[in-house]
């Protein structure tokens, strides 16, 4: 596998690129027919309580060293804003069904420390709680997403909290929470009824859990009417379609009885070779690299599939698929607690993720929010911390190149994709979407997965006034280089530009690089 130095780029001319014209792969944007809005939802992360993700991650305490605000880092903030991260999901994942809000409610010496049971039976001190989550969530300025505990919970319990948290009249829950220093009753936008519950949320059967369901989706809402928030139930984490079918079987037969909810999840992560997961997260072959990213492809049939079966009950697409877990799960990093799903973070999985997000906005007229997994230090992460120090990964950079798609229409994008072949597996060469962002600019994702070969592309832009496209492009020397606490810039977005003539942009695509243009007006 050719390696792509700094040199290399310069010789590709990305400043501004002239696509050869006899090799190029013509790509046409349809400006004139914008489609769904590419909700910025589908943009959210995930911050389960586990392993290193809250403490040490987000949250360090009061009288850290590390500078922070109420406990809370600053760095790590500070960065997730540059992302404009619109929602995050809490406390679980698996975590959520053994969590008992009151745990971690009060005052600091009176919180009960609990063993997490879910990953790796260490002591959670529950200092980070309600209260904690809602301050990080409010102070990024993301939504709440609240995983509510069905699986060792009960109805009452999950009542208990949602009033805790949204009571906007003097109850006493309400009155506890202003002791607890927050009068004002907190925004919770979404509420996830269980996580799992065909797994470790429970091993529900689907009619134990539509069961469950009726109950927590009757009597568990927020008591702030200011506030909306939307009921998302569980979905399936397979692609047998059984537990889907029941899920929206009972919406359509519930639906106005004093019950209803706004979304039901998928769960599909990028695991290869069965498990336990144990893909390396660096130091792969080019086969190895090939193979992970044609089964993060399968997550576009995934959701066709469940879409299909939602569209016999729901055609007017009401309901929401919400991947509220996705992402890369390879092997634990050496020396780390195997339970702590600490991974390596590479430009193959900035490649991966910018995929899965392409996949998302193509579905977006179903696919309302998505929750990449996981936000700190836990599987394909955003960030790395270690004590003071903090690295921003390739997925990061996605992230953040992608902010303009964020409720940006979606626009039509055709082109032959080409192939690219690594022994028994071919994949498209080039991936591409486009959009017109909420200030009328068009928006162009341009991937090259071809790890040896550069892409010439010529882009059609019928209707587009622009001259000039700017932004910037996502490569590496290698297809498996990370970013490390000594070497935190090994992987980082560098400037790109193009001319456009005639309406066309020419522009030519590093090997395994993410490109994202926004067009000049």
Request: glycine share 8%; charged share 20%; hydrophobic share 40%.
């Amino acid at each position: 596998m050719r390696a792509v130095t700094s040199g290399i780029l310069l010789a590709l001319g990305l400043s501004c690129a002239a696509a050869s014209a006899q090799d190029a792969i013509a790509v046409r944007v349809d400006t004139s027919q914008p489609g769904a809005k590419i909700d910025r939802h589908i943009f959210g992360q995930f911050a389960e309580d586990l392993g290193r993700q809250i403490n040490g991650g987000i949250w360090v305490g009061r009288n850290s060293k590390i500078p922070n605000t109420r406990g809370i880092r600053n760095d790590v903030v500070a960065a997730l804003k540059e992302l404009h991260v619109p929602v995050v999901r809490w406390p679980g994942g698996c975590y959520a069904d053994q969590y008992h809000w009151r745990d971690g409610v009060g005052p600091a010496k009176a919180r009960k420390a609990r063993v997490n049971a879910a990953w790796g039976d260490v002591v959670e001190p529950n200092a980070f709680g309600t209260d904690e989550f809602m301050d990080f969530a409010g102070r990024i300025g993301a939504d709440a997403y609240i995983s509510i505990n069905v699986g060792s919970g009960t109805v009452k319990e999950a009542a208990d909290w949602l009033e805790y948290m949204t009571a906007d009249k003097p109850t006493a829950l309400a009155r506890e929470r202003g002791t607890n220093g927050h009068r004002a009753p907190y925004k919770v936008a979404y509420m996830g009824i269980g996580n799992e519950s065909w797994d470790c949320g429970g091993l529900m059967t689907p009619e134990e859990y539509t069961a469950q369901l009726k109950l927590y989706g009757r009597f568990v809402s927020s008591s702030n009417k200011a506030a909306p928030m939307e009921k998302i139930a569980v979905g399936p984490g397979t692609p047998d379609t059984a537990w889907t079918e029941a899920v929206m079987k009972t919406w359509k037969e519930r639906r106005g009885w004093s019950f209803d909810f706004n979304g039901m999840s998928l769960h599909s992560y990028t695991v290869l070779g069965g498990w336990p997961p144990h893909m390396p997260a660096t130091g792969f072959s080019e086969h190895d690299y090939a193979a992970v990213l044609n089964e993060t492809l399968k997550m576009d049939g995934l959701i066709q599939s469940q879409s299909a079966v939602m569209d016999k009950y729901d055609p007017e697409k009401k309901i929401s698929l919400v991947v509220d877990e996705w992402g890369a799960w390879l092997a634990s990093t050496k020396g780390s607690n195997p339970a702590f799903l600490e991974q390596q973070n590479s430009q193959r999985d900035a490649i991966l993720a910018a995929l899965n997000l392409n996949i998302f906005a193509r579905h977006a007229d179903r696919v309302r929010m998505a929750n990449i997994a996981q936000m700190v230090n836990v599987l394909q992460a955003m960030i790395f911390t270690d004590g003071a120090k903090m690295v921003l990964t390739p997925t990061y950079y996605v992230f953040k190149m992608y902010v303009p798609f964020q409720d940006a229409a979606f626009l039509p994008v055709s082109y032959d994709a080409g192939a690219y072949t690594q022994g028994d597996i071919t994949l498209p060469r080039v991936d591409a979407i486009a959009a017109r962002t909420t200030n009328g600019r068009v928006v162009v994702s341009l991937t090259n997965i071809d790890p040896s070969r550069p892409a010439n592309l010529v882009v059609a832009l019928p209707g587009a006034s622009a001259s000039a496209a700017h932004g910037q492009v996502l490569t590496a020397p290698k297809v498996d280089s990370v970013n490390t606490f000594a070497a935190p810039h090994t992987v980082s977005p560098k400037p790109v530009s193009a001319q456009v003539t005639d309406g066309k942009l020419a522009i030519t695509l590093p090997p395994a690089s993410v490109t994202v243009l926004t067009l000049d007006r």
